[in-house]
């Protein structure tokens, strides 16, 4: 039993062989097979460049807009804070009327 499995083996063995005969070493081989990784990897080097080129434009436009939004800005629109509103504010009256609902 166990001679028919080692001729089975051999016998797959000697088909892969003749479907996959051994390449012939030449001087060439090893400049070949690093220029084959080289274009594998020059594609993902390139996407690799495009994500760290979109992180370097996310990274300036938050520093740009941070800038931008610290500077105060001479518009008039909001000239004062939060508490000087409120304390430019007179007749806080309103504020404590009681609140009126009718029902129909």
Do not use: H
């Not at 479907?19 to 594998?40: H, Q, Y």
């Amino acid at each position: 039993m166990r001679g028919s499995d080692d001729r089975k083996l051999d016998a797959l063995f000697e088909a892969y062989r003749e479907v996959c005969p051994t390449p012939e070493a030449s001087a060439n081989f090893m400049p070949d097979l690093w220029d084959k990784i080289g274009a594998r990897q020059r594609v993902t080097f390139s996407f690799s460049r495009m994500a760290a080129g979109f992180v370097t434009a996310a990274l300036a436009l938050s520093i740009a807009l941070g800038v931008y939004l610290a500077i105060p800005s001479n518009s008039g629109y909001f000239t004062q804070s939060y508490v000087e509103a409120l304390d430019a504010d007179q007749d806080p009256g309103d504020l404590f009327e009681p609140v009126r609902y009718e029902v129909r």
